[in-house]
C-alpha cells in the first residue's frame, strides 16, 4: 500500500535551518513528484514547491525562492526539504504529498496520498 | 498565481441536512486537450493531513462516500454533501492543480447547526 512516512518534530531557533523527510513505499518513486505544504497554526494550506522523482527537477513558489531546497534520495525513495534562516513564522506543520510526473497516466492522482505532518517550531 | 477563493468561509448545518461549498478560480482550469476540469477537493480534520474527495471537479475518489458531490466547470465549482453526518464535521478546500503554483481555497469550516 501506498505509504508517505515523514520524520519526526522539530524545534530551531529563529535563522536555523530544518530538514524534514519523507520516505515513500509502495508504488513507483520515478512517477511521481513530491510536493512539499505546509499549514501555519489556524491556518489553510500553502504549496511550497516540488521535486520530481523522475529527474530531481524542482518548482519552488516564488514565496520560498532563495529558501527552500528540495531533494531525493532515490535509492530508498526518499524526498527531503530544507528551509534556511527561520522565522517565527514558519512555524507550521509541513506536508508531503505525491503528485504524478505527466507521464503517469490517467489513474495517477495530485495529491492522493498524503503523510502524516511534521510539526516544525521555531522560536 | 491562479486565485482560488471559497465561500462560504464557515457553514452550519443540521444533521442529515445539505451542505454546500463554492470555489472559483481567478481563470480557468479546463484543459482543452482532455476536456478534464483540473480542480480537486479535499476534507481536513483537526490533526490530519488532508484527505482527497473528488478530483478532476466530479469524480469521487474510491472509498469516497457518495454523499459527497463535485460539480462544475471553467472557473466555478461546487461541493455538495447532500445528507451531513456528524463525521463530515471539518474543514474543506479547494485546490487546483492545472499550473503551478498548485494554489488552494482559503477552507471552509463545516460544523453541525
Known amino acids: 500500500q501506498v505509504q508517505l512516512v515523514q520524520s519526526g518534530p522539530e524545534v530551531r531557533k529563529t535563522g536555523a535551518s530544518v530538514k524534514v523527510s519523507c520516505k515513500a513505499s509502495?508504488?513507483?518513486?520515478?512517477?511521481?513528484?513530491i510536493s512539499w505544504v505546509r499549514q501555519a497554526p489556524g491556518q489553510g494550506l500553502e504549496w511550497m514547491g516540488w521535486?520530481?522523482?523522475?529527474?530531481?527537477?524542482?518548482e519552488y513558489a516564488q514565496k520560498f525562492q532563495g529558501r527552500v531546497t528540495m531533494t531525493t534520495d532515490t535509492s530508498t525513495g526518499t524526498g527531503y526539504m530544507e528551509l534556511k534562516n527561520l522565522r517565527s513564522d514558519d512555524t507550521a506543520v509541513y506536508y508531503c504529498?505525491?503528485?504524478?510526473?505527466?507521464?503517469?497516466?490517467?489513474?495517477?492522482?495530485?495529491?492522493?496520498?498524503w503523510g502524516q505532518g511534521t510539526l516544525v517550531s521555531v522560536s | 498565481d491562479i486565485v482560488m477563493t471559497q465561500s462560504p468561509g464557515s457553514l452550519a448545518v443540521s444533521l442529515g441536512e445539505r451542505a454546500t461549498i463554492n470555489c472559483k478560480s481567478s481563470?480557468?482550469?479546463?484543459?482543452?486537450?482532455?476536456?478534464?476540469?483540473?480542480l480537486s477537493w479535499y476534507q481536513q480534520k483537526p490533526g490530519q493531513p488532508p484527505r482527497l474527495l473528488i478530483y478532476?471537479?466530479?469524480t469521487r475518489k474510491s472509498g469516497v462516500p457518495d454523499r459527497f458531490s463535485g460539480s462544475g466547470s471553467g472557473t466555478d465549482f461546487t461541493l455538495t454533501v447532500s445528507s451531513l453526518q456528524a463525521e463530515d464535521v471539518a474543514v474543506y478546500y479547494c485546490?487546483?492543480?492545472?499550473?503551478?503554483?498548485?494554489?488552494f481555497g482559503q477552507g471552509t469550516m463545516v460544523e453541525i447547526k
Open positions: 509502495g508504488y513507483t518513486f520515478s512517477s511521481y513528484r
Open positions: 521535486i520530481s522523482g523522475y529527474n530531481g527537477n524542482t
Open positions: 504529498a505525491r503528485d504524478p510526473e505527466s507521464f503517469c497516466g490517467i489513474d495517477c492522482l495530485t495529491n492522493d496520498y
Open positions: 478532476w471537479a466530479s
Open positions: 485546490q487546483q492543480s492545472y499550473d503551478t503554483p498548485r494554489t
Open positions: 481563470q480557468s482550469v479546463l484543459y482543452s486537450s482532455n476536456n478534464k476540469n483540473y
